[in-house]
């Protein structure tokens, strides 16, 4: 057998895989609608997206791959079917700080797949009142960054929001200097957001140190801007190739492993995946011990506090806001009872959301 032939073979043979890729995929997407009429018969009018279902269906998919493929790509791949899937029973709204590129749009893609009806908003202020309104089933929202911390502005939204955290998104964020410019001899400005800017100022002083810095409400309206008046701009890919503007350095952000974390919001609840976070919001006197007995609950259960933020509550009577996460979901017995427990030394304690963990 010559090297064609054998070529030929294996063509053909990926062929065959094909052809039975495709037809479970129309037979899942069979079975997804058929799980849709059914939920119509029992009374359910909204959206079918379930967060838990697919975070289990996601792990599975991981703890399976034995390669070549990695687990983020196998993820991915079945991200995207699922996707698929539920765009055919009904499409997602899905409402983000906009335009169309930003990274919140980066992540609302990584979280529900490219098949959603996007909703780009002006402010994250917007996105909350989208998501209430019902002009939206969900929206995503940038919560706090690996290098940058906190993103104050959306913790403070949350303070006089009804909405809950029905999911998480982790997402790598890798900064690209763009602009239609040819050389970096020639950029005068620099238009981003703050963070990004924050977040890139090491190479910024070391290779544009002359040049403005001017911040703007997102990174896509700073490549458009930028774009339009010969300047550059700090952008994500997704951007780049929306606005088609050319990425003239890439990956100039100071921490190699910059992530930011994005919480979705909505009005869903979902029940427990198996593997959960919960976000509390409690208001607590400023008194001596307050944060003690915050705390000692948490311990005495052995339950693990990923972050802890405070905030001034602007409620009076109330001097201080704690946002915490801990492991576990609202419904299991240990994270049941020490919300309990923290309710009887608090203010108040507000349940923020209980929703799976960023699975890739």
Known sequence: MTEKDSLAEIRQRIDEID?????????RASCAAHVAEVKQQQGETGHFYRPEREAQVLR?????????????????IFREIMAACLAHEKPLKVAFLGPEGTYTHCAAVKHFGRLIETHPVDSIEEVF????????????????????GVINHTLDLFMKSSLTISGEVALRIRHNLLSNLDSLDKIDR???????????????DKNLPHAERIAMNSNSQAVLY??????????????????????LAADIEDEPDNTTRFAVIGQHLPPPSGDDRTSLL??????????FDL??????????????????????????????????????????DAITEIEKSSAMVTILGSYPKAVI
């Open 226 to 247: 930028a774009k339009q008046h010969n300047a550059a701009s700090i952008g994500g890919t997704m951007a780049a190739e929306l606005y088609d503007v050319p990425v």
């Open 60 to 76: 599975a998919v991981m703890e399976r791959n034995t390669g070549p493929l990695t687990d983020e790509a196998i993820a991915g």
């Open 129 to 148: 009142r989208v998501v209430e309104a019902d002009g939206a089933n969900f929206g995503v929202v940038p919560v706090e960054n690996s290098s940058a």
């Open 190 to 204: 620099i238009y981003s957001h703050q963070q990004s800017l924050s977040q890139c100022s090491q190479w910024l």
């Open 295 to 336: 705390l000692k609950p948490l311990a005495d259960r052995g339950i693990s506090m990923s972050n802890i933020e405070s905030r001034p509550s602007r409620r009076g009577v109330w001097d201080y806001v704690f946002f915490i996460d801990v492991d576990g979901h609202r419904d299991d017995e240990l994270v049941r």
């Open 19 to 27: 052809k039975s890729i495709q037809e479970l995929v129309s037979e």
């Open 282 to 291: 409690v208001f607590v006197h400023n008194k001596p011990g307050s944060l």
